[in-house]
């Protein structure tokens, strides 16, 4: 049975697609800005020992492919441990959107290949392995360059708001795009647009629509429903926001992230009063 990954069909079962092994291939990302370069960090966790020994005889590596749609820059850089060298690149060979791909690849041709964690549909079978081929697939990654992350860290880096043209209909969030968008009755968002435009009370406007919004993002970012999202923009910055700023609590996290909007909107309210007595 071919196996499917990005359109490509494998003879041979691989870790990682599909469900063909009892084991599992994982890869945890970071990325950081340091003078002028981009500084990609990679821990491998794999689970398979019969694909770890395949390793340490150098006869399988670990792979990353980085691929940069804005500058056409792609390249793959190859490793025999688990936490490899740190990867840098120069800021100006990647721009805006950078997507990665995490790969166990044979370094020779495997006449006979089995594995002792192949699921019960491929115990007993053998297959021919050429140089090169995928043995494992660790998963897809996402990050944006050229950007700080202080400037990421503003809510309009991942959310911003829009109407779907409703009369009256309760607020809700749409995750399709690379921002989330909190969706308001027409009535509500012509009331936003002027509160915004006049610089009314901006503080309050956090606390009564963007509180409330980011709080569900959080909590459905924690759910298993939000994987079909991982490839979004406001996926990656959202994940970096909460483990700043992680707490028990959904709500809680949500208020560390917008620096605390209650305590701000009530400050705003009680010096308004005084200025107008």
């Given at each position: 049975m071919p196996m499917n990954y990005n359109n490509r069909a494998y003879p041979h079962p691989v870790l990682g697609i599909a469900n063909n092994f009892n084991d599992t291939f994982e890869v945890n990302l970071k990325v950081s800005t340091d003078k002028g370069k981009i500084r990609i960090s990679i821990e491998y966790s794999l689970s398979n020992k019969d694909l770890y020994k395949f390793i340490k005889s150098r006869q399988a590596i670990f792979c990353v492919q980085i691929y940069c749609?804005?500058?056409?820059?792609?390249?793959?850089?190859?490793?025999?441990?688990?936490?490899?060298?740190?990867?840098?690149?120069?800021?100006?060979?990647?721009?805006?959107?950078?997507?990665?791909?995490?790969?166990?690849?044979?370094?020779?041709?495997?006449?006979?290949?089995?594995?002792?964690?192949?699921?019960?549909?491929?115990k007993g079978h053998t297959f021919l392995i050429e140089k090169g081929d995928i043995l494992a697939y660790g998963g897809k990654g996402v990050f944006y360059a050229n950007k700080s992350f202080e400037e990421l860290?503003?809510?309009?880096?991942?959310?911003?708001?829009?109407?779907d043209n409703k009369k009256k209909v309760p607020m809700y969030n749409n995750y399709d795009s690379d921002k989330i968008t909190i969706m308001l009755s027409k009535e509500d968002y012509e009331l936003y647009q002027i509160i915004v435009k006049e610089k009314i009370s901006i503080d309050t406007l956090h606390s009564s629509i963007v509180l409330p919004a980011l709080s569900e993002v959080v909590r459905f970012h924690q759910s298993d429903e939000s994987n079909e999202y991982s490839d979004k923009k406001w996926y990656m910055l959202l994940e970096r926001l909460i483990d700043e700023n992680k707490t028990d609590d959904p709500l809680q996290t949500t208020q560390k992230i917008l620096n605390l909007p209650i305590n701000r909107s009530f400050n705003s309210m009680y010096y308004y009063e005084m200025i107008n007595r």
């Amino acid at each position: 049975m071919p196996m499917n990954y990005n359109n490509r069909a494998y003879p041979h079962p691989v870790l990682g697609i599909a469900n063909n092994f009892n084991d599992t291939f994982e890869v945890n990302l970071k990325v950081s800005t340091d003078k002028g370069k981009i500084r990609i960090s990679i821990e491998y966790s794999l689970s398979n020992k019969d694909l770890y020994k395949f390793i340490k005889s150098r006869q399988a590596i670990f792979c990353v492919q980085i691929y940069c749609k804005g500058t056409l820059y792609r390249e793959v850089f190859k490793s025999y441990k688990s936490l490899p060298e740190i990867i840098e690149i120069p800021s100006t060979r990647l721009h805006e959107q950078v997507d990665t791909d995490f790969f166990i690849c044979s370094c020779e041709e495997i006449p006979d290949y089995t594995n002792s964690e192949f699921s019960d549909v491929y115990k007993g079978h053998t297959f021919l392995i050429e140089k090169g081929d995928i043995l494992a697939y660790g998963g897809k990654g996402v990050f944006y360059a050229n950007k700080s992350f202080e400037e990421l860290k503003s809510v309009s880096a991942f959310m911003n708001i829009d109407t779907d043209n409703k009369k009256k209909v309760p607020m809700y969030n749409n995750y399709d795009s690379d921002k989330i968008t909190i969706m308001l009755s027409k009535e509500d968002y012509e009331l936003y647009q002027i509160i915004v435009k006049e610089k009314i009370s901006i503080d309050t406007l956090h606390s009564s629509i963007v509180l409330p919004a980011l709080s569900e993002v959080v909590r459905f970012h924690q759910s298993d429903e939000s994987n079909e999202y991982s490839d979004k923009k406001w996926y990656m910055l959202l994940e970096r926001l909460i483990d700043e700023n992680k707490t028990d609590d959904p709500l809680q996290t949500t208020q560390k992230i917008l620096n605390l909007p209650i305590n701000r909107s009530f400050n705003s309210m009680y010096y308004y009063e005084m200025i107008n007595r």
